[in-house]
């Protein structure tokens, strides 16, 4: 395992103009990272989970235009793709490090998803940290913190699963840049182990509809 952690260099290409620019860069700098967490970590999710996980890393290749803002390494039990199924990501915006566990809209039984983690309701406000945090929208870096949800807030965002057609709904840990780049690479990979460990009911949840 080579992985250095990450630098402000990784973070900054998010400001470079220009789709061919801004990509030639991310394949330079944190594409080889990318893979590498992906080698390393889906082992690890297999046996967290109990379900054979394969490393996703985003190509962006349907892009046409406009640079991507953010990007990650997926994991999931399928080694064609991972949008249709619950999943892990790891992945940078430029403000921050993100690890999630994400169901998003492609997700065909959602609503079977959303039942289930409000049957569990309670066991999923009780296990998760107050520090991680929640995300309706995989394409915004917006979240709301754990610690801010009551019960009430946390079902209206379960239900939402099921309701809206393109809900989505993803859960993790966030880690700011200036926090991230002077992380080295052993704390960081502990760190990321963590929340996986963290997350993983959720997903075990996910997988039992």
Known sequence: MTFSGFTNEDFDLFKI????????????????????????????????????????????A??????????????????????????????????????WFAVIYECPYKEEISKNFITNIEQINRTIPADFVWSKDHMKPEVIGHKQLGQAELKTLLERLNTVKKAEILCGYQIPRSIAVEMNSEALLKQIQFVFETLSPLYKLSAAH
């Open 17 to 60: 103009e220009g789709l061919e620019q801004r990509m030639e860069a991310l394949i330079h700098t944190v594409r080889p990272k990318l893979d590498e967490l992906g080698s390393y970590f889906a082992p690890s999710l297999t046996a967290l989970t109990g379900q054979e996980m394969f490393a996703h890393v985003a190509k962006h």
């Open 62 to 99: 349907r892009r046409t235009k406009n640079p991507p803002k953010d990007t990650w390494v997926a994991f999931a039990n399928n080694a064609r793709g991972y949008k249709m199924l619950p999943h892990f990501q790891i992945g940078l915006w430029e403000s921050h490090l993100f690890i």
